[in-house]
């Protein structure tokens, strides 16, 4: 089974430059989580979907940030302008559908982006 | 508010060492509990779990115990492997997030 797919694996680009980042998930899986991972630390969610609906937004930074599923598979991140602070590493995760605690989500091997 | 709180790394051990992580957490309600591990160049995979207090979580010869009157997750693993080192992630859930630590990291040395 394929896991979840990410690319770019790395990107580098000057500040006040868009970048875009895409995410494929496990086949099947209905729920679709943006991490941000800033280094030393541990990862911190951005966005969550179910399916096509963006229902845990709340610590997406909404001046910059965007977010699309649109046929609830794939997954696109946008960050415009680009700044320095928003060099990390950017992970995906996927998991099933489910209406119960606790589930195991499946990550992605992260874009590291990096902003000079 | 929710956390999880984790030892500071690096953790350097010799092979066959005993290994123990400590992981405490702050939540409100019963949490589910996790560690996950990050090898090199890798994403995170779920190490073991446990969903209730007194549940032990265990894989690939580790184990973690949920002690709910310590509010502690502690992972430990007999006799660690070079194959073992990596970055290793306790994490608890909260209205379907998932909130980590912010990693521990391992390095064993034959």
């Known amino acids: 089974e394929a896991g979840v797919v990410q690319s770019p694996r790395y990107k580098i680009i000057e500040k006040k430059q868009p970048v875009a980042f895409w995410c494929n998930p496990i086949s099947g899986h209905n729920t679709l989580y943006w991490y941000r991972q800033n280094l030393g630390q541990g990862p911190e969610l951005l966005i969550r979907y179910e399916n096509e609906e963006a229902v845990d937004d709340s610590q997406l930074p909404k001046d910059r940030f965007s977010a699309e599923r649109l046929k609830g598979v794939d997954s696109t991140l946008k960050i415009q302008p680009a700044e320095l602070g928003d060099s990390a590493v950017y992970l995906c995760a996927s998991s099933p559908q489910v209406r119960r605690e606790p589930y195991e989500q499946y990550f992605g091997p992260g874009t590291r982006l990096t902003v000079t | ?110």
């Open chain 2, 1 to 110: 508010g929710n956390s999880v709180t984790q030892m500071e790394g690096p953790v350097t051990l010799s092979e066959e060492a005993f290994l123990t992580i400590n992981c405490t957490y702050t939540a409100t309600g019963y949490p589910s509990l996790f560690w996950y591990v990050q090898y090199p160049g890798e994403g995170l995979q779920l190490l073991l779990k446990a969903t209730k207090a007194d549940d032990k979580g265990s894989n690939k010869g580790f184990e973690a115990t949920y002690r709910k009157e310590t509010t502690s997750f502690h992972l430990e693993k007999g006799s660690v492997q070079v194959s073992d080192s990596a970055v290793y992630f306790c994490a608890l859930t909260f209205y379907n997030k998932l909130i980590f630590g912010a990693g521990t990291r391992l390095a064993v040395h034959p």
